[in-house]
């Protein structure tokens, strides 16, 4: 029963084409830095995968530097606590 109820929902849920899949790829692939993929426009999907799982990393710990730095900048500006607070809550 229970490979009934999967082909159901299978066949419920909205398919997605190839033609699809390949357009949503060149669109990653449009975002990610050149370097990161080389000079050869053609790569597999799984490729643009792994470099935007990378640089979506690089991102990641470029903004925590940046939000820590700013946190020191803060830290050692003559700023009062009310306009400290407000600048915090608008990096969260």
Known sequence: MSGRRSRSRQSMSPSI?????????????????EARLGINHRVSAARVLQE???YLRSLHREVDDLSERLSE?????DISGAEAAIIRSLLM
């Open 17 to 33: 084409t190839d033609e699809q899949i390949n357009d949503l790829m060149a669109k990653l692939q449009a975002v990610l830095p």
């Open 52 to 54: 935007t799982c990378s």
């Open 73 to 77: 900048l803060l830290a050692m500006a």
